[in-house]
């Protein structure tokens, strides 16, 4: 929403200055933090025009029923399925739920059903590091 404002403003800072100034892109900054390192990684996105307004009619249209019908819900979008690891599931499933059967046999060379909760594992390893 920010670049598409910032478009906007860019623009008409041009016409009112006989200017022909250009934004750049959008980059997405990820951090990932950990006890023994910190990694970072700075990610460009290139999104077309297209791209951009269909975001922002989408965002609208969920903006708009989410008032009418006070109801949130997580939905997929183009913009976001382009950065998100797991894209190939959802586009698999046609964004629809699907049975866990069906995802890990279509999908066993790529990815794994873990046996324990990584959430439990890291309260486990946190408990033994303190122990020591």
């Known amino acids: 929403m920010y670049y598409i404002a910032l478009q ?3 623009k008409t800072y041009n016409d009112a200055h006989n200017t022909d100034y ?8 990820e951090c990932k933090k950990t006890v023994k390192e910190f990694q ?12 951009l307004s269909s975001f922002l009619g989408q965002f609208m249209r969920t903006a708009i029923h ?11 979008g183009s913009l976001k399925c ?5 894209a190939s599931l959802c ?7 699907q049975p866990l059967e069906s995802i890990v046999e279509e999908f066993e060379e790529e990815y794994v059903v873990r046996d324990v909760d990584h959430l439990e594992e890291k ?9 020591d």
């Not at 989410?66 to 819900?73: F, S």
């Not at 382009?82 to 797991?86: A, E, G, L, R, S």
């Open 22 to 29: 250009v934004l750049g892109g959008i980059f997405i900054n």
């Open 40 to 51: 970072h990684k700075r990610t460009p996105c290139i999104y077309t025009q297209d791209d």
């Open 8 to 10: 906007k403003w860019v």
């Open 91 to 97: 586009a698999f499933s046609g964004f629809s739920l």
């Open 123 to 131: 309260v486990e390893r946190r408990i033994e590091s303190s122990e």
């Open 66 to 76: 989410m008032y009418n019908d006070d109801e949130g819900e997580p939905a997929p």
């Open 82 to 86: 382009q950065m998100c690891d797991y």
